[in-house]
């Protein structure tokens, strides 16, 4: 099966490893234009998908109104239960104030079987 190409101005950004059952670390992200100009969305979408692409976890997202700057929350293991061992993918659409949606960061994250069941 072919992989299909990915558009230009979307960035691959893999995530590093983490065992499941830890905590995923928050993270940011911001664009400029061509000429410095920060892109700011109006909001984002940012979800968490398993290997079949089924969304297992959408993340919580604050954006700095004045940089654009996209900061994905910090995820406790409770609040994604969903999660497997294995591959999965996020990805980031900003949306615009006119409804223009444009996907411009996505990538992967490989959690790994391991992290002691503690109570």
Do not use: H, W
């Amino acid at each position: 099966m072919a992989t299909e190409p990915t558009p230009t101005y979307t960035f691959v950004v893999d995530r590093p490893s983490i065992m499941v059952g830890d905590t995923l670390d928050a993270s940011g992200f911001s664009l400029e234009q061509e000429d410095g100009t920060p892109i700011i969305p109006q909001s984002v979408c940012a979800t968490l998908a398993d290997s079949f692409g089924r969304t297992i976890y959408t993340f919580d997202a604050d954006i700095d109104p004045v940089t654009g700057r996209v900061f994905l929350d910090d995820v406790n293991p409770e609040d994604m239960p969903r999660v497997r061992a294995g591959v999965n993918s996020y990805a980031v659409q900003y949306i615009f104030e006119n409804g223009y949606k444009k996907t411009f960061f996505r990538g992967k994250i490989n959690f790994q079987k391991g992290a002691p069941k503690c109570r």
